[in-house]
């Protein structure tokens, strides 16, 4: 049974059962097509490179800093720095965070319901007919202009998630994750590895390892996009980490379970890359095809193109998107739990009217996004909330917790967080240092960027 303090609130299991629920809830979408995507428009190698710097110089550095937070207030974000920082207004640093993730979870859920739709389609065998790109194409356009099964697929993974955040910290996020997270490991090593046993699949693995860094040059926003996909991909600025840590016993060893969320969040990315590019390119795929693509087109579009000339190919085609179901069912019950935490803490809710009340919510911000619904000729609202809160609202928000751990509650409080059982972990000195100044000034180099970017229209 749960650990459960004065307040009620719950307590993760065990270490294990942690790092796996928050491995889930950084793990997703961002991973298994932002990180492929994002490779195939920067210059493959060169840009996982740089990927990967920078998770270490600047994503488990606000890692480290969101979880001690948490740690060390026992709260949901907004009480978090109303605990650490009263009479201040640091709280709506939370307050952000727990609007962003509203707002995300309502779009990421219709991405989702794409996925359940796409392994309905797969489990019916419709990519084992020789789709052309255009044929492709028109599925999933086929897809998204039918409000009515897209409203229903994101209704159905709601749903799902909601049930899941019901059960609770222990009884419901962290068994569920203890069963999708290996599932989820087993089937990706296994596409991966089958991946890479294709006829000509040595072209996507050089594309993916063989640095060079000249491409930089020839794409010279691929460190800009690498900082970011660093930050986005490990699930920062939205309070996810945070509340996560707040369930987290005071003797487990903090830094070195962030290292392992790490590892395995870029682990994952990676080889989500191995699965999808030697694939593409055994089956005669172009890097000028990949970097033409849009985003979405990857996994919805290009994929299913090769799925029928792949050995077992319908089996393939059902487990990715099996692996795409999972990594958006774990991220999206991370962010549920950010918002049920919030009015649980603040407000002193049951956990079951939160999950109920705030999941329908969000459920009715996802309606629109399902619906297609254009603000103007050339901007849909689902591309409007994005735009907000995925570009530039969680970058704000790790932009105040880095500001905030750096000179309001002081590294050496969070040190003295992270240590508070005699635990040792080298390097933390070093990374007062990056949180204090380096973090913070990457990401607003980031955000400066891509305002410029949006201003400008470069």
Same mark, same amino acid.
């Given at each position: 049974?749960?650990?459960?303090?004065?307040?009620?609130?719950?307590?993760?299991?065990?270490?294990?059962? &942690?790092?796996?629920?928050?491995?889930?809830?950084? /793990?997703?979408?961002?991973?298994?097509?932002?990180?492929?995507?994002?490779?195939?428009?920067?210059?493959?190698?060169?840009?996982?490179?740089?990927?990967?710097?920078?998770?270490?110089?600047?994503?488990?550095?606000?890692?480290?800093?969101?979880?001690?937070?948490?740690?060390?207030?026992?709260?949901?974000?907004?009480?978090?720095?109303?605990?650490?920082?009263?009479?201040?207004?640091?709280?709506?640093?939370?307050?952000?965070?727990?609007?962003?993730?509203?707002?995300?979870?309502?779009?990421?859920?219709?991405?989702?319901?794409?996925?359940?739709?796409?392994?309905?389609?797969?489990? !019916?065998?419709?990519?084992?007919?020789?789709?052309?790109?255009?044929?492709?194409?028109?599925?999933?356009?086929?897809?998204?202009?039918?409000?009515?099964?897209?409203?229903?697929?994101?209704?159905?993974? =709601?749903?799902?998630?909601?049930? %899941?955040?019901?059960?609770?910290?222990? #009884?419901?996020? *962290?068994?569920?994750?203890?069963?999708?997270?290996?599932?989820?490991?087993?089937?990706?090593?296994?596409?991966?590895?089958?991946?890479?046993?294709?006829?000509?699949? @040595?072209?996507?693995?050089?594309?993916? =390892?063989?640095?060079?860094?000249?491409?930089?040059?020839?794409?010279?926003?691929?460190?800009?996009? $690498?900082?970011?996909?660093? =930050?986005?991909? !490990?699930?920062?600025?939205?309070?996810? !980490?945070?509340?996560?840590?707040?369930?987290?016993?005071?003797?487990?060893?903090?830094?070195?379970?962030?290292?392992?969320?790490?590892?395995?969040?870029?682990? %994952?990315?990676?080889?989500?890359?191995?699965?999808?590019f030697p694939a593409f390119f055994a089956m005669g795929g172009t890097t000028e095809t990949l970097a033409a693509s849009q985003e979405e087109a990857l996994v919805f579009v290009?994929?299913?193109?090769?799925?029928?000339?792949?050995?077992?190919?319908?089996?393939?085609? /059902?487990?990715?998107?099996?692996?795409?179901?999972?990594?958006?069912?774990?991220?999206?019950?991370?962010?549920?739990?950010?918002?049920?935490?919030?009015?649980?803490? *603040?407000?002193?809710?049951?956990?079951?009217?939160?999950?109920?009340?705030?999941?329908?919510?969000?459920?009715?911000?996802?309606?629109?996004? $399902?619906?297609?619904?254009?603000?103007?000729?050339?901007?849909? =609202?689902?591309?409007?909330?994005?735009?907000?809160?995925?570009?530039?609202?969680?970058? %704000?928000?790790?932009?105040?917790?880095?500001?905030?751990?750096?000179? $309001?509650?002081?590294? #050496?409080?969070?040190?003295? *967080? !992270?240590?508070?059982?005699?635990?040792?972990?080298? @390097?933390?000195?070093?990374?007062?240092?990056?949180? #204090?100044?380096?973090?913070?000034?990457?990401?607003? %180099?980031?955000?400066?960027?891509?305002?410029?970017?949006? &201003?400008?229209?470069?």
């Amino acid at each position: 049974m749960a650990a459960i303090t004065g307040s009620g609130r719950g307590k993760w299991g065990s270490s294990l059962g &942690f790092v796996l629920a928050a491995a889930g809830g950084a /793990i997703g979408l961002g991973n298994i097509w932002g990180f492929p995507y994002t490779a195939a428009q920067s210059g493959g190698a060169a840009f996982v490179a740089l990927y990967l710097i920078c998770v270490l110089l600047i994503g488990l550095p606000v890692m480290f800093a969101e979880l001690s937070i948490g740690r060390a207030s026992e709260s949901s974000p907004v009480t978090a720095f109303r605990k650490l920082a009263p009479r201040s207004l640091w709280w709506l640093v939370g307050a952000q965070g727990v609007l962003s993730g509203f707002a995300i979870l309502a779009f990421y859920s219709v991405v989702a319901g794409w996925a359940v739709g796409y392994l309905v389609k797969a489990i !019916m065998g419709e990519f084992t007919q020789g789709l052309s790109l255009d044929a492709a194409e028109g599925t999933f356009r086929q897809l998204i202009e039918s409000p009515g099964l897209v409203t229903l697929w994101t209704a159905v993974f =709601f749903v799902a998630g909601i049930l %899941i955040v019901q059960g609770g910290v222990h #009884r419901g996020i *962290e068994r569920t994750c203890k069963i999708l997270m290996p599932l989820f490991f087993v089937l990706l090593i296994g596409l991966a590895c089958r991946a890479m046993t294709l006829s000509g699949a @040595g072209k996507g693995v050089s594309f993916l =390892f063989n640095v060079d860094f000249s491409k930089i040059w020839e794409h010279p926003k691929v460190i800009l996009n $690498a900082l970011s996909q660093a =930050f986005f991909s !490990m699930s920062l600025g939205m309070g996810a !980490m945070l509340t996560y840590g707040s369930y987290l016993s005071k003797k487990e060893n903090l830094p070195w379970a962030g290292v392992s969320i790490g590892l395995a969040d870029t682990a %994952i990315a990676v080889l989500a890359g191995l699965m999808i590019f030697p694939a593409f390119f055994a089956m005669g795929g172009t890097t000028e095809t990949l970097a033409a693509s849009q985003e979405e087109a990857l996994v919805f579009v290009v994929l299913p193109t090769i799925f029928d000339q792949l050995p077992a190919g319908q089996l393939f085609s /059902i487990a990715f998107y099996v692996l795409l179901v999972i990594a958006a069912l774990t991220s999206s019950i991370s962010l549920l739990e950010v918002i049920t935490a919030f009015f649980v803490d *603040e407000l002193g809710w049951k956990r079951k009217r939160a999950v109920w009340l705030f999941g329908g919510a969000s459920f009715l911000l996802a309606v629109p996004c $399902a619906l297609n619904l254009k603000i103007t000729p050339n901007l849909s =609202f689902m591309s409007l909330l994005i735009l907000i809160f995925f570009k530039y609202a969680l970058l %704000i928000g790790g932009f105040f917790i880095c500001l905030f751990v750096g000179w $309001a509650w002081k590294p #050496r409080a969070a040190i003295a *967080e !992270m240590t508070r059982e005699g635990q040792k972990f080298p @390097g933390l000195p070093v990374w007062g240092f990056l949180i #204090r100044y380096i973090c913070p000034l990457v990401i607003a %180099i980031i955000i400066i960027n891509q305002l410029w970017t949006a &201003f400008s229209g470069s």
